[in-house]
Every structure is written in structure tokens, then in C-alpha cells.
T-cell receptor
Framework: ETGVTQTPRHLVMGMTNKKSLKCEQH?????MYWYKQSAKKPLELMFV???????ENNSVPSRFSPECPNSSHLFLHLHTLQPEDSALYLC????????????????FGPGTRLTVL | AQSVAQPEDQVNVAEGNPLTVKCTYS??????LFWYVQYPNRGLQFLLK??????LVKGSYGFEAEFNKSQTSFHLKKPSALVSDSALYFC???????????FGTGTRLKVLA
């Protein structure tokens, strides 16, 4: 295992539901990331947190709302999603996200398979 | 514009034969280059990276990659493929000019027994 856990592993929700994805890293890293993985598409970086501060938001719709209460935990709050939001959502962490830390590799969790009906 | 291209959706190779998975990139600054592997129902796992120095980089599980600046390529190689190498492989680049982290679309490697 990589030291990054994600819950739940599978989630089915209706378009009017509100749910949250959780990620926890046990590696002592200070940067955490959310990615969206869809078939036949490049991995899409959604959000980056460095020392609990959001440093990147790649034009993600407001129906996705991240929260990073500390360097070990990252949440993705979901509301009024669309069927096209169905995908595998991956969390990752690394030692640093900018400056000298930008050459460090990322450690990924197993992902949450999200299906929006 | 920054981009990473993995031109092959799938690569098939016989067990014991050498394998190559191709990757080319386009960035505004100097690149930091990475290869990751994804097995079914798992997240991505780091294989190797090029930051600076020797153009030939050795990584996990016998994989290596060669950085070619003139061709803007970073192809993944292994001298002798194993059936257990069958997985989805992603190339990624960190643009030192923008710090953007960009992944390719992935190449599915199938090693046939």
C-alpha cells in the first residue's frame, strides 16, 4: 500500500444528493491533490493544497468543494452533480508542491469510483 | 501549450521480449518527467523520474527510461517483459516554469505469455 487511503471506495449518488469523499495520508507529506480519472482522457488535476492552503483550482465547477483541515486529511464535498461527473476520483500526496518540492513524486490512493445517476 | 503525448493506446509484447512505451512532451521551462503504473482497481504507483543529470534513469521492477531533450521524449523501457507488467502506464511532466503537473492519456501494456 502507498500510505494514502480513500473512503468510500465506491459511491452511487443521485443528482440531488450531497456526499463527501475522504482522503488520509500517513506519509508526513505537506501537499495533497485531487484528480479526476475518466476513460480515454488524461488524468485531470482538480485541486492542490500545500501546507493546508489551496494553491491550485483548475477551473473546477463549484459543485465540487474541497476542504483540507490539516496536512493529513483532504475532503471533496459533492453536491448537485451531473452524470458526466461519474469517474474515478484519486487523491495523492507528495513532499512539497512548489519550489524545490516540485520534483517529488506523488503517492496515490486507490480512488473512489463515483457513479452519478 | 504544455502537453504530454502517449501516442499508443495499447502496446502488446510477448513475455521475455523487450518493451517500449512512448512519451513525448511540450513545456515552457525545463521538464521534470515521471512514469507511473496503474494496476486494476488501484491508484497510480511511481516508477521513476528524471530531474537532471544522467539521461538514462533506472526505476522500480527493472524499468528504465531515457530522457532525450532534442526529441522531447521520455520513453519507458524494460529489457525483458513479464506477464505481471501488464497494466496502464502514465507519463507525467512537471513544468518548472509554471509548476503545472500534466499527465498523458495512458498506454495499456499487455504482455502475452
Amino acid at each position: 500500500e502507498t500510505g494514502v487511503t480513500q473512503t468510500p471506495r465506491h459511491l452511487v449518488m443521485g443528482m440531488t444528493n450531497k456526499k463527501s469523499l475522504k482522503c488520509e495520508q500517513h506519509l508526513g507529506h505537506n501537499a495533497m491533490y485531487w484528480y479526476k480519472q475518466s476513460a480515454k482522457k488524461p488524468l485531470e488535476l482538480m485541486f492542490v493544497y500545500n501546507f493546508k492552503e489551496q494553491t491550485e483550482n483548475n477551473s473546477v465547477p463549484s459543485r465540487f468543494s474541497p476542504e483540507c483541515p490539516n496536512s493529513s486529511h483532504l475532503f471533496l464535498h459533492l453536491h448537485t452533480l451531473q452524470p458526466e461527473d461519474s469517474a474515478l476520483y484519486l487523491c495523492a500526496s507528495s513532499q512539497g508542491a512548489s519550489g524545490e518540492g516540485s520534483y517529488n513524486e506523488q503517492f496515490f490512493g486507490p480512488g473512489t469510483r463515483l457513479t452519478v445517476l | 501549450a504544455q502537453s504530454v503525448a502517449q501516442p499508443e493506446d495499447q502496446v502488446n509484447v510477448a513475455e521475455g521480449n523487450p518493451l517500449t512505451v512512448k512519451c513525448t512532451y511540450s513545456v515552457s521551462g525545463n521538464p521534470y518527467l515521471f512514469w507511473y503504473v496503474q494496476y486494476p482497481n488501484r491508484g497510480l504507483q511511481f516508477l521513476l523520474k528524471y530531474i537532471t543529470g544522467d539521461n538514462l534513469v533506472k526505476g522500480s521492477y527493472g524499468f528504465e527510461a531515457e530522457f532525450n531533450k532534442s526529441q522531447t521524449s521520455f520513453h519507458l523501457k524494460k529489457p525483458s517483459a513479464l506477464v505481471s507488467d501488464s497494466a496502464l502506464y502514465f507519463c507525467a511532466v512537471r513544468d518548472t516554469g509554471t509548476y503545472k503537473y500534466i499527465f498523458g492519456t495512458g498506454t495499456r501494456l499487455k504482455v502475452l505469455a
